[in-house]
């Protein structure tokens, strides 16, 4: 063995040296290292955030209109928009301030362009594009799903290949992350999200009028009265049992909850608008009849994958991330399922699982490192209220008709 340490190993520690150097708190931030602004107007949240390249968050911001909608019944895409454009210029500004970032130091603006709200996103967007040409930056222009599937690798090291289930308000997706800007679709819903089902129904049975539920959004709601209902009550039927593809329905369950919810209040005697007694139990059922679903289509998916090799033969992993990947009867049961197929499952935080700066400043990181989609100030941009994501490989999934093991959903409460 050499006794002098090789070019090599010298570069190496140098570069250790430089990397402790400078990534000291007490020394404050890397002078080096590039920084990036993300701005998301997508949906109903206003957020902004400033990273550098490691993916350290420097400082963020994030105005919720989730308040303003619960009010008024759903998101009014008028009112989104107005209330994107009252708050956009001070959430930048906040998480610029809370960087102690000046717009000059920033290496790039990263913004949501794809799918959302019409609306919303041209907020965003032409927020950004005035902000670049003031200050002469690059502009990265960014699909609101490939931020949700990569923000994970913010917080952890996962190498691609892995599969990523995206499940939120407007979203029900199945896909392949096979690098930054590289994705396989192998499902995606054929109606409505499960986030807008479970919101719907949450409205139906006027959960914000029940006092443990008056400032959550239905999903929230739906996951709380759930723990004290009785799951098996009224079984509803787990959505197309007989298409053998990774996509997903959910607006037959909501149709099959509304009949329910009518006989009920027929039985009680009730006008809707007024709780049910049974509330609880009709939150479980319906909550059981997501999880199942997307953990049978997840099911189907991961075999898919194994099939054809997609996935590395060591550490799969499957990605769970979206507004309703915080609903922990729903990651209890697609653990069951990467239980029984040997995956390991990843789901980040539920602050990082909704709609946040954060997660588009992280995709721009991303694309800045890769060199990919990265725009000079001056070019024009359009935004596109639907966009899938990646290959669509739904064909192929179908045509192979892959029929699952029976797998108990005995999910623990
Ligand atoms: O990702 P997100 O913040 O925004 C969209 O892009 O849609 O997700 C919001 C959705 C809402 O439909 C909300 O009801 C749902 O996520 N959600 C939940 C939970 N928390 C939020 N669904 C089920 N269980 C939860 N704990
Ligand atoms: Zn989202």
Request: charged fraction near 20%.
């Amino acid at each position: 063995m050499a006794m002098f340490p090789t070019k090599a190993k010298i570069l190496h520690r140098l570069l250790q040296f430089r990397h402790t150097f400078w990534s000291s708190p007490s020394l404050g931030r890397a002078p080096c290292s590039r920084l990036v602004l993300g701005i998301e107007t997508s949906c109903d949240d206003t957020g902004a955030a400033v990273l550098d390249e490691t993916g350290e968050i420097l400082g963020e911001s994030l105005h919720s209109q989730k308040e303003v909608h619960l009010r008024t019944g759903g998101i009014i895409p008028t009112v989104a928009r107005q209330l994107h454009s009252e708050n956009i210029e001070r959430v930048v500004q906040e998480a610029l301030e809370r960087s102690d970032t000046d717009p000059s130091r920033l290496s790039a603006v990263a913004t949501t362009v794809k799918p959302g709200l019409g609306l919303s996103l041209g907020i965003g967007l032409e927020f950004s594009q005035r902000f670049v040409r003031q200050h002469n930056l690059p502009f990265i222009p960014i699909h609101h799903m490939e931020a949700h599937a990569l923000t994970v690798r913010m917080l952890q090291p996962v190498a691609f290949p892995f599969l990523v289930l995206l499940v939120s308000g407007g979203h029900s997706l199945l896909a392949v992350a096979r690098g930054v800007d590289d994705f396989l679709l192998l499902g995606h819903t054929l109606d409505e999200a499960p986030g807008d089902t479970l919101d719907k129904v949450a409205r139906r049975l006027s959960l914000i009028k029940h006092p443990q539920c008056t400032t959550l959004s239905g999903g929230q709601a739906i996951e709380l009265l759930a723990k004290d209902g009785d799951r098996m009550r009224f079984p509803f039927r787990t959505p197309m049992g007989q298409t053998y593809d990774c996509c997903f329905s959910f607006a037959g369950l909501r149709n099959q909850v509304n009949m329910l919810i009518m006989k009920k209040e027929a039985e009680e005697g009730i006008e809707q608008g007024t709780l049910l007694s049974c509330v609880n139990d009709i939150a479980a059922a319906t909550q059981h009849t997501v999880a199942s679903h997307l953990a049978k289509r997840t099911h189907r998916a991961i075999l898919f994958c194994k099939s054809i090799g997609l996935l590395p033969s060591s550490s799969p992993t499957l990605v769970l991330s979206g507004g309703v990947a915080s609903n922990q009867y729903i990651r209890k049961a697609l653990t069951l399922i990467t239980d029984t197929t040997g995956l390991r499952l990843l789901c980040p935080p539920a602050k990082f699982c909704t709609d946040n700066g954060v997660m588009i400043a992280w995709n721009g990181v991303e694309r800045l490192r890769e060199g990919k989609g990265i725009l000079p100030p001056n070019v024009d941009v359009s935004y596109e209220p639907k966009a899938r994501l990646g290959v669509d490989m739904t064909a192929e999934v179908k045509a192979a008709a892959i029929r699952l093991p029976s797998v108990r959903m005995k999910i623990p409460n």
